[in-house]
């Protein structure tokens, strides 16, 4: 059984050609490697169609980008939550930047996530939002303003009170949701500043999925959460 365990690195592959087929097996075998040599979490996002290979090879936590709240039946084109739990993903995104939804369809991905014992990771983007996914008690939520995602500037510096201001809205509501936020984050310093601002981790894409050598970036990451929790 794989395990996701707090702080976490989390690799968002988006549908980056550096991230699709064989080039996201690569990547999830380095996510894997690093996790192993720094015994950090890192989980990683796939296109649903690279879960199933991604988690039959690698030895770390993969996630879904998206699921649709719906039951078994007519529902072509729909990415059934039983089809990524049985892919071997072990959670999902629900509401990612570039996957908007309503409130009401939030709560019911969470709910079907829950009924198929997937992992719910809310992505939001500011503090009133952060507040109310919190009440529909998904397992971590993860903050990353809009207007930072691809920029390489990150939320953890340009943004630290979004970051605070989640931490804390979110802990008031429901203090077992973790928090994790996203944006920008490109360096082991990044990722240093976004626990040292109360975040339990980080969901990041370019700055690993784009990087000249990605499997150095991740060390760097996982580096800089082993010196920050010294
Ligand atoms: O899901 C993570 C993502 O939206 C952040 O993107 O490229 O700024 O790390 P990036």
């Not at 702080?7 to 991230?19: G, S």
């Not at 605070?164 to 990722?191: F, H, M, R, W, Y």
Request: one cysteine or more.
């Amino acid at each position: 059984m794989v395990k996701v365990k707090m702080p976490i690195i989390l690799v968002n592959f988006k549908t980056y050609a550096e991230a699709t087929g064989e080039n996201a097996l690569k990547l999830a075998e380095m996510a894997e490697k690093v996790s192993d040599e720094t015994g950090v979490c890192v989980g990683v996002i796939p296109q649903y169609v690279d879960i199933a290979i991604i988690a039959g090879k690698v030895n770390i936590p993969v996630f879904a980008q998206h699921i649709d709240p719906i039951p078994y039946g007519s529902f072509t084109g729909h990415v059934l939550p039983e089809s990524v739990k049985y892919a071997g993903a072990v959670g999902t995104l629900i509401n990612h930047s570039e996957r908007r939804l309503k409130l009401a369809d939030i709560d019911a991905a969470i709910t079907r996530a829950r009924e198929v014992k997937l992992i719910s990771v809310v992505c939001t983007n500011n503090t009133l939002v952060s507040a109310s996914a919190a009440a529909l008690k998904p397992e971590m939520i993860a903050v990353e303003p809009p207007e930072l995602i691809g920029t390489g500037v990150p939320v953890s510096k340009a943004r630290p009170e979004v970051v605070t201001g989640t931490v804390e809205a979110v802990k008031k509501i429901n203090p077992s949701v973790t928090v994790l936020c996203g944006a920008g984050i490109s360096s082991g310093d990044d990722v240093a500043a976004a626990i040292r601002l109360g975040t339990e981790g980080v969901l990041v894409a370019s700055g690993i999925v784009k990087a000249r050598d990605p499997y150095k970036v991740m060390l760097e990451f996982a580096e800089a959460i082993l010196k920050v929790q010294r």
